[in-house]
């Protein structure tokens, strides 16, 4: 909302001293958040003034153009000798006797246009007299100003009287604050801000009795008041008052002609869209009324436009002339040879107005103002303002009788603690504060033992809780005297098992050269296709959302890949051809059957029964790590050549993020999407798998245009932490001097070298880790065999360890690979 201070200075009683910023800071805290402060003008220097055209002779030119030499009287400050000034003026829409406005030789106009007495056409132009657009202000561009002699006098100073230097505040209005759409809701915040007298401008009387033109409304709760006031014999050549149209441009509207911008400035001054029909070209009552499906509308911007069972009509006779509290009709719009015109100001339902407006995106004033809530005791008053200005300024004659159907709903009462406001801002607030502070507000107030009834006033429809109630206590109160308390933290208890472990594997992943990144949790069936899922895989089965953010990724995720591999695209498209990532995010599991949250009040505390209804009502999130890696995992150098990343790196990745959890998993092969088949494993966790990696397959890698061999991890992290010890921050080490011995073992080709080191681990207490560090098929192996060679480390927590326990725990741990694998010792 755009509010110049001149005029809002008409309504409030703001000292001289007070300047625009202060202004701002005020509003700000009264929740009229300051946009900018727009200087207009603020490059124009005078003398800029009024003159007299006393003659105009026509010159025609050689290059076929006609010029008026003009002779013009601006005053006797600004005459030269006592005599008027030669003007050159190539604009014709003026006459001698004309008053003009003249910039004089030393004023500058807007562009740092500065003005001199200079020769051309054969004379000496002594100044320029000036169109609208050299003012910058609305205007013909190819006319100068034609000011009418009852609003100015030669040599006055025109800079004033057409405003043409102003501050204006532009001023972000909430959507629960309609009221500050209007001049007159900006003043009444303004005045209670400073403390001074408010002048309201809908203060006027509005005469009821008499019909002044009939009219009929068939739908009551979409429409609960209807006005209407007939002015006739108005003059519609009449040219806008300068003072209004630069009003009204300043206001961020445009000055179209005298009707239409009587109905923009009352709708500017107190907030209430009108609209005027011609009378002329009505067809008997005007009708309030739902329109019928496939019912059509030609609107004033000359678009026809179908309508709903839904919209509501302004009709007559001859059919729709309205789009109510939208946009009028082009069949009853005001012309230029308009004389008796219809106002109507009416009120209608704010959330059917808003779904009209966006269904037929015809976004307006009007109903920018009706979808947030207009005073519904407004239109007679607005209607009667209307008419007063048609009579000021068009010579119309205002008609008796005022036609008024429906009644103004009245606002319901709220009843709220007396110490409410004092509870949730902390700031010793008295009952006698609030009552005042609300009475300052417009509201009523009764007090009832502790407590309070409030009336609010009908301007304020988002006043409607004991919350809202408190606020506007504050806001008369100062948010500033809000308290600013920390609250203490509570004493020893430090981070949960959970984090403190989820910041333990991302830093095991930090320090293994993964990068970590953070991916939206949306996808799609194109995602699921691209991934080569099954058409009965359960990741395909999503929670879909109302409003997505994309039609291509309509739901929340099941798997952390598909984002991942984007982010891979998108770093290795900017030139990033060894990448490794990894992600720590949800996944959303849709749960069977259709399950509606509850919806609870924010008065209380939700019961522990009402957050298990929650809870149940949502789909499972359990908490995931996704790894990609492309590229080069051991980078080429002057050392010698790098390593390709291989699927063993993706497996390498997740085992030790387990080990650093302590939590023991089973490594098998599998087959699973969207891995290749032979290069695929999967994790097991007490029986329950509980994530896969290895090679994409190649039909993946293609579909994304990766790099081959890209490989990639997703693990349950919920299920790993769950099953972790809780050790602490600082796990415990031996100070005892390590045994190392090393192990051939011969087994079946199809004998996971995981497998024979989980035997040899859980043989012994004292072995303390187990690395497998060579792999060999060849002569000296039987045929569909391998040998695979291992290294032991054993420690004891207590002691040095003997040879004969370190033989013993080796040889237990030979025989225990025997018993699983039938792996035998190789000679």
Excluded at 464 to 493: C, F, I, K, N
Aim: proline share 7%; hydrophobic share 45%; net charge negative.
């Amino acid at each position: 909302m755009r509010v110049p201070i001149a005029w809002l200075r008409e309504y409030v009683a703001l000292p001289e001293s007070v300047s625009a910023v202060d202004l701002a800071a005020k509003l700000t805290a009264y929740d009229l958040k300051l946009e900018e402060i727009d200087s207009v003008g603020a490059g124009i220097e005078g003398p800029i003034v009024v003159g007299r055209v006393v003659s105009a002779d026509k010159e025609p030119q050689s290059n076929g153009k006609t010029i008026n030499w003009c002779q013009v009287d601006v005053g006797p400050e600004h005459n030269v000798g006592g005599e008027p000034r030669g003007i050159v003026c190539g604009a014709h829409n003026f006459v001698a006797g004309d008053l003009v406005v003249v910039s004089l030789p030393g004023a500058v106009l807007p562009g740092d246009f500065a003005i001199a007495a200079r020769k051309t056409y054969g004379h000496i132009s002594d100044g320029m007299i000036c169109s609208g657009a050299e003012l910058g202000i609305a205007g013909d561009p190819a006319g100068i100003i034609v000011i009418e002699p009852t609003e100015a006098s030669v040599g006055d100073d025109a800079i004033e009287l057409l405003g043409l230097r102003a501050e204006v505040l532009d001023l972000e209005v909430n959507p629960d604050r309609a009221y500050a759409l209007s001049l007159r809701g900006v003043a009444r915040d303004t005045a209670l801000a400073f403390g001074v007298a408010f002048s309201d401008p809908a203060a006027i009387e509005a005469p009821r009795g008499g019909e002044a033109y009939p009219v009929v409304v068939e739908d009551a709760v979409a429409c609960p008041v209807f006005t209407a006031r007939v002015v006739t014999g108005f003059d519609s050549s009449r040219p806008t008052p300068s003072w209004m149209a630069r009003r009204i441009e300043l206001a961020g509207m445009r000055s179209i002609s005298l009707a239409v911008d009587i109905t923009n400035y009352v709708m500017l001054e107190l907030g209430q869209p009108i609209h005027g029909y011609d009378r002329a070209t009505l067809q008997g009552p005007i009708v309030v009324r739902k329109a019928v499906e496939g019912e059509k509308i030609t609107t004033l911007d000359d678009v026809t436009r179908t309508l709903t069972a839904a919209d509501l009509l302004i009709t007559d006779d001859s059919g729709p002339i309205g789009l109510a509290a939208v946009m009028g009709g082009q069949h009853t719009e005001l012309t230029a040879t308009t004389t008796d015109i219809v106002i109507e100001a009416a009120h209608f339902d704010p959330p059917m107005v808003a779904r009209t407006a966006r269904l037929m995106k015809l976004p307006s004033e009007a109903s920018k103002r009706f979808e947030r809530g207009v005073d519904p005791e407004l239109p007679a008053i607005a209607t009667q303002r209307a008419a007063e200005l048609f009579a000021a300024y068009g010579g119309a004659t205002i008609q008796d009788g005022l036609t008024y159907v429906g009644e103004a709903p009245a606002p319901a009462t709220i009843t709220i603690a007396a110490d409410l406001p004092a509870k949730v801002t902390g700031i010793a607030i008295d009952t006698a504060t609030s009552i005042s502070a609300l009475e300052a507000n417009g509201c009523s107030v009764r007090v009832e033992g502790d407590h309070l009834v409030v009336t609010p006033p009908t301007w304020r429809p988002d006043l409607t809780d004991p919350y809202d109630l408190a606020e506007e206590v504050l806001r008369v109160v100062g948010y500033d005297q809000v308290p600013s308390v920390l609250p203490p933290a509570p004493a020893g208890r430090g981070l949960t098992k959970a984090q403190r472990l989820r910041r333990r594997v991302g830093m095991v992943l930090a320090g293994a050269g993964l990068i970590e990144v953070k991916t939206f949790p949306f996808a799609g069936p194109i995602d699921m296709d691209k991934l080569g899922l099954p058409a009965d895989d359960a990741r395909r089965r999503q929670v879909l959302l109302e409003n997505p953010l994309s039609a291509e990724e309509p739901g929340m995720t099941t798997t952390l890949l598909p984002a991942l591999l984007k982010t891979l695209v998108l770093n290795i498209g900017r030139g990033h051809s060894d990448v490794a990532i990894f992600e720590t995010g949800r996944v959303f599991l849709p749960k069977d059957g259709a399950l509606e949250a509850p919806i609870y009040g924010v008065d209380s505390r939700p019961t522990s029964a009402q957050l298990a209804a929650l809870e149940a009502a949502l789909p499972a999130q359990p908490q995931r790590v996704g790894i990609v890696m492309a590229g080069e995992r051991v980078h080429s150098g002057w050392w010698g050549k790098g390593r390709a990343v291989s699927w063993a790196d993706a497996i390498a990745a997740v085992l030790e993020v387990a080990r650093a959890l302590h939590v023991p998993v089973e490594v098998e092969a599998i087959a699973y999407a969207p891995w290749h088949p032979g290069r695929c494993a999967q994790f097991v966790l007490d029986g329950t798998i509980i994530g896969h990696a290895g090679e994409l397959h190649p039909r993946v890698v293609k579909s994304y245009g990766l790099p081959a061999r890209t490989v990639a991890a997703e693990f349950d992290l919920d299920a790993l932490i769950a099953a972790a010890p809780d050790l602490g921050d600082a796990p415990s080490f031996s100070t005892f001097p390590v045994a190392k011995e090393d192990v051939a073992l011969v087994v079946d080709a199809d004998i996971t070298a995981e497998s024979v080191a989980r035997a040899l681990q859980g043989a012994s207490d004292l072995i303390e880790s187990v690395r497998l560090f060579d792999v060999y098929t060849g002569d000296q192996v039987p045929t569909g065999a391998k040998s695979l060679a291992f290294a032991l480390r054993l420690r004891a927590p207590d002691r040095t360890l003997t040879d004969d326990e370190i033989k013993t725990a080796r040889d237990a741990a030979v025989a225990a690979a025997h018993t699983a694998t039938g792996a035998t010792q190789r000679t």
